[in-house]
């Protein structure tokens, strides 16, 4: 793991203690990688965004993440960094970069996703399929406080295909849980 990494995932560990909520940190930045990747992007600056993107939210559950900047400068990140985590907010005024709005587009599907997975008999992200989820999506009792409208519109915003964006998600996410940094807080079990 690269130092931009370790840094991030220090800092997280300073103000998250909740293990969900580090397995969210976790998954965002997986996708925020992978997408990274894709689109020929910084991966580690991408990576380390979606890992702290939330890591005002322990301490401030109902002013996040208007004091995710004071942590983040505080630790040595730039003013863009702290913005881009910012940019996270649903009423964020701004027009978003790629980088922003492809935050917004993984935050929320990385945790459906992954709850999908967990509803099956082998809770399995390999074997798990975009229609199952696309389905699942449809299905308002199925993980009912995820917002489907922003799931959605978000997606639509990075203008991307909806069913490949999830498959890329799912794929991203189903390969990095056998990487080892990913095995100490199982994403999915
Ligand atoms: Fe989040």
């Known amino acids: 793991m690269s130092d931009t990494r370790e840094q991030a995932w220090q800092l997280l560990r300073q103000h998250v ?9 976790l998954s965002v930045e997986i996708a925020m990688r992978s997408y990274a990747d894709k689109f020929g992007e910084d991966v580690e600056y991408w990576g380390a965004v979606g890992l702290l993107h939330d890591v005002d939210f322990e301490k401030y559950p109902n002013d996040h993440p208007n004091h995710a900047r004071e942590i983040l400068t505080a630790a ?3 003013n863009q960094f702290a913005t881009d985590v910012e940019s996270h907010a649903r009423e964020w005024q701004q027009e978003r970069t790629l980088l922003q709005k492809t935050l917004l587009a993984v935050d929320e599907l990385t945790g459906f996703i992954i709850a999908c997975a967990l509803v099956r008999p082998d809770k399995n992200l390999d074997n798990l399929e975009v229609k199952s989820v696309m389905k699942k999506m449809k299905d308002k009792a199925f993980a009912r406080a995820v917002n489907r409208e922003t799931i959605t519109t978000s997606a639509e915003a990075m203008n991307v295909d909806f069913k490949e964006h999830v ?10 849980v056998k990487m080892p940094e990913y095995q100490e807080l199982p994403l999915v079990g």
């Open 17 to 25: 203690q909740s293990e969900v909520l580090l397995k969210h940190c």
């Open 167 to 176: 498959e890329f998600v799912t794929k991203a996410l189903a390969q990095a």
């Open 76 to 78: 040595g990140y730039d």
